[in-house]
């Protein structure tokens, strides 16, 4: 049973695409405030699940439920006022400045009687700034590299300014550097705004580092939740994965840390580390 007093929660939900069933029957309550992780293999319904609870992706069975009613009985903007979406891929108008595709994330704020505002505009720069492309904002988006980019439209979901944010692969064609600024961002904006995130995330060390919470997925059900730290073990990995790991206490952070355990014969030589 899900716990109904969670703002975002997924009830008996079943999704899929064109009459086929990807995620079945599933329930998963978000905790409140939390930084929660969704892994699993390629095509364990990761991404299928956050279009659901996004409002993307329509139910074929149960509901996705916002704060207490049915997500699809909100209008889309009313949604978007209080959840905002990373996509994993979205299309740019030509010629767009990234100051101009930020300013987008303010668009379910606007109305007929409510036009651009100081708070508009400090909400633009201060995503900006966050996310460390304020120094972009004149350039077009479409001169931009793959890490740029998705530093951009990351602003644009900052920028919306939503207590709850909903990320699909954030890390995606970032450097090392970059996705642990982004993961560190995450972790800012629970504590300093209190905001509640659902992150899939493919780098199983980097969520069980920067998670609360940890969902794991196979075959579009959920097979574990909970603390990173109960939840990763070997007999998981071998279960999700189908990888024979260790499992270890990171050194820096003593969260969980998976080592793949040696499966070729051909890597190269190498002397010992002095």
Known sequence: MTDTSQRLRAEQVTLGYDGRRIVHDLDLAVPDGSFTAI????GSGKSTLLRGLARLLKPQNGAVVLDGKAIHDYPP????????????????PDAISVADLVARGRYPHQSL??????ADQAAVDAALELTGTADLAARPFDELSGGQRQRVWLAMALAQRTDILLLDEPTTYLDIAHQIEVLDLCLRLRA?????????????????RYATH???M??????AEGDPVTVIT?????????????VIADPESGTPLVIPRLTSRHLPERKPAP
């Open 77 to 92: 903007k009313e949604v978007a006022r209080r959840l905002g979406l990373l996509p994993q891929s979205q299309a740019a």
């Open 214 to 216: 940890l969902v794991a």
């Open 39 to 42: 892994v699993g293999a390629n």
């Open 113 to 118: 009687l409510r036009q651009w505002s100081p």
């Open 218 to 223: 196979k075959d579009g059900g959920i097979v």
């Open 192 to 208: 300093e705004r209190g905001c509640t995130l659902v992150a899939v995330l493919h780098d199983l060390n980097l969520a069980a």
């Open 234 to 246: 070997p007999d998981l990995i071998e279960v999700v994965f189908g990888l024979s790991c260790r």
